[in-house]
């Protein structure tokens, strides 16, 4: 790649990564805003981080959030875990079709409509048998776990779909059960790709908005659902300022996991 | 081994109580938080709206010598078609997801290309840096943009400042920011997948091409385009399904007069408390969005596996 075509293409991936970063910078710029007007700049402040943390509802929200999606997460990725393996493993069986749409549907499957459906079943199942009693954290998990599970099954899948047979192999002709192998060799193996798999679960419940909607409670409200309902009326600096923390957790937990690899990679190579 | 896999491991495949607990658990939750709801969906779509809790009538009742009797009501259906809103408001979701996919595809190709020809340290930073922005959240980025898009927001301001324009711009809640709000939040989807083509993709093509004489912008439409295709196709089945259902940035930054399926599916529920008509306006995004798309990929794995077959 040479000459000026070589540098428009430069010139069209710095456009795109300002694209992507612009709006988030100007997120934590303003989170640093002395005005309460969101856009007018007035001078350095962190009021509203403080703001923020005396903020009851926030709070209480947020930790709600967080175990949910520690939750949601786990129960995701045991259901997603299996049904991966199943479906790279396990090339034949009854029912094996609708199992793998079913499995993978949400996947596609506007929120809205997956959210809906939810509520419908919730609401008929406590009018049929008198549970569940409206609704609250339960089945918001429920929900969680749900669609989390299709993200983890086709991590699993795709992380089994390009793994070496061999060693299951080996472990069986020395003799050991399925069960064993499946714990002793596969697990261990793919690991990495649960823990991958655990923390993309994690992100997207805690995140979600649309089926949360659908599936909580009064009593179960979830952080990005006080931000919703707060942002529907505007901007607010408070809001920047949990932005801004937000993507802090995020820069901070990325750049972690980024030296962990490269230094288990270094140590491998050494 | 037309499966694929050792003989030894299909003792793994053949076991008892194992493989049923691997195959049961999953299909018994998916089953019953999945299929169920939209059964029930399904069934709610064709009762009857009452006022009450739930407000829905039933379709079963007993008739006084203790038949059992089946009412279906069609005349949520009816309104589907009768009343142009439903209508409208389907053509404008997949014409706003066309136009977020042509966005994401104009602006993700050169991204994703350049990456992709990178040096190799480059390349991996560069990933990373397209991907963070997709683990921040959601609903925070689309709130950055309220920000930026709104009358006397930043973009606003910034062009007054450089003279370029002298009135603000009137972006905000126009399908304008819908359109960009789109593109911004789904172009991890379409980044990933080309990149993963292009990466892949044979450069002694590119070259042979060069060879014999064609012009790089030549070589770039024959070769390079066509050999991308798969990355193409993906990226834009990616982009393009959820867009056509996405609720969260036309209700934050587009205008309440150009509401979108979801938005009426919405509206329906929680507004006008029409629980049928919101599940038929749901089942009918399922058989005319879902079921086609689903359908014509299935078609095509199946006619791409055909081909490979046919060739080895």
Partial sequence: MSGWRGHLLTACLLAGLAFLYAPIATLVVYSFNASPMVTIWTGVSTHWYGVLLHDPEMLRAARRSVEIALLAATGATIIGTLAGYALSRFKRFRGRSLFTGMMLAPLVMPEIISGIALLLMFVGAEQAFGWPHGRGVMTITAAHITFCSAFVAIVIQSRLAGFDTSLEEAALDLGAMPATVFCLVTLPLILPAIVAAWLLAFSLSIDDVVISEFTSGPTSTTLPLVVFSRIRLGVSPEINALAAIVIFIVLGATTILTLVRARRAATEFA | ?312
């Fill in chain 2, 1 to 312: 081994m037309r499966d694929g896999i050792p003989h030894r491991l299909g003792r793994i495949a053949s076991g008892g109580l194992g493989r049923r607990l691997v195959i049961g658990l999953p299909a018994l939750w998916m089953g019953l938080f999945f299929l169920l709801p939209f059964l029930v969906t399904l069934k709610i779509a064709f009762s009857t709206s009452i006022v009450g809790i739930p407000p829905i009538g039933p379709i079963v009742t007993m008739t006084d010598d203790g038949a059992l009797q089946l009412t279906i009501h069609i005349e949520n259906w009816s309104y589907l078609f009768s009343d142009p809103m439903y209508v409208v408001a389907y053509v404008r979701s997949l014409f706003t997801a066309l136009i977020t996919t042509v966005l994401c595809l104009l602006i993700g190709y050169p991204m994703a290309y350049a990456i992709a020809r990178s040096s190799k340290r480059w390349r991996l930073l560069l990933l990373m840096l397209v991907i963070m922005p997709f683990w921040t959240s959601f609903l925070i980025r689309v709130y950055a943009w309220m920000g930026i898009l709104k009358e006397n927001g930043l973009l606003n301001n910034l062009l007054l400042w450089l003279h370029v324009i002298h009135q603000p711009l009137a972006i905000m809640n126009t399908q304008w920011a819908v359109y960009i709000v789109m593109a911004y939040a789904y172009l991890p989807f379409m980044l990933l997948p080309l990149y993963a083509t292009l990466e892949k993709m044979d450069l002694s093509l590119v070259e042979a091409s060069q060879d014999l004489g064609a012009r790089p912008f030549t070589t770039f439409l024959l070769v390079t385009l066509p050999l991308s295709t798969p990355g193409i196709v993906a990226g834009s089945l990616l982009v393009f399904i959820p867009a056509v259902g996405e609720f969260l940035i036309p209700t934050l930054v587009g205008s309440p007069g150009n509401m979108m399926i979801a938005s009426v599916v919405f509206n329906e529920f929680f507004n006008n408390r029409d629980w049928p008509t919101a599940s038929a306006v749901a089942t009918a995004v399922v058989l005319f969005l879902l079921i086609p798309i689903v359908l014509l990929v299935w078609l095509r794995a199946r006619s791409d596996a055909r081909a490979a077959a046919a060739a080895s």
